[in-house]
């Protein structure tokens, strides 16, 4: 019976210790793996993740092109007067919509006016967008109900492309919008034609009359 005991009890401690044995393999395993995942996840976070510094002054690379300057060239053209510079201004190049919107104002408003009274329509529409009382785009501001006559069922009427007129009218509204030449409209928020008298102009203070548009603020 002592005997049976003895080998029983060696028996279990063979197995607790191949038992234990075992355990210490799998754990050893097992840290290997994760000091595997471990270097892993440390050369991600050295290499992409913890910030580098240096010395010496790091200058990053500006993008050459933007898409902010689409509407403007490399080099605006310079000229003593206002015709001059609407002749300087490249022809070419398609107009974004928030530009068409611009230079179809100018086009249906004033193509019949001077220069500056055409640059003023524009620089009316400009200020609206930028005013918190008027819709905050160009399309927003030609478009807003009752406020252009030639805007008709929400639509611009169709302009001829390859008239002289269109031409002007695209140039200027690139000279107002990249501001290029000062609008004696200033900060005009209103204009109308100097044979009607609309009731709102007596409590807007006039700022130019060209030709036949009078401009108020």
Not at 9 to 35: C, H, P, Q, W, Y
Not at 92 to 97: D, F, I, N, P, V
Not at 104 to 123: C, D, H, I, N
Not at 179 to 204: I, M, Q, T
């Amino acid at each position: 019976m002592r005997k049976t005991y003895l080998a029983l009890a060696a028996s279990a401690v063979t197995l607790v210790a191949s038992f234990a044995g075992a355990e210490e393999t799998g754990s050893i395993a097992f840290a290997a793996e994760a000091d595997g995942e471990t270097t892993v996840s440390e050369t991600e976070l050295t290499d992409e993740v913890v910030p580098v510094f240096v010395e010496g002054e790091v200058v990053q690379e500006l993008p050459e092109e933007t898409e902010a300057t689409e509407e403007i060239p490399a080099e605006a053209p310079k000229a003593e007067s206002l015709h001059a510079l609407v002749s300087a201004m490249p022809a070419a190049g398609q107009l974004s919509e928030e530009m068409r919107c611009l230079a179809g104002a100018v086009y249906f408003e004033s193509r019949g006016e001077p220069l500056e009274g055409q640059l003023a329509v524009a620089q009316v529409v400009i200020n609206r967008s930028e005013s918190r009382q008027f819709p905050s785009s160009y399309c927003g501001v030609v478009y807003q109900r009752a406020q252009f006559s030639f805007v008709r069922g929400g639509k611009m009427p169709r302009i001829k492309q390859g008239s002289a007129a269109w031409k002007r009218a695209k140039a200027v509204a690139r000279i107002a919008h990249q501001g290029l030449w000062d609008s004696e409209a200033d900060d005009s928020l209103y204009f109308h034609a100097n044979y009607v008298r609309p009731s709102w102009a007596k409590r807007k203070v006039a700022r130019a009359t060209i030709k036949t548009h009078i401009f108020y603020r």
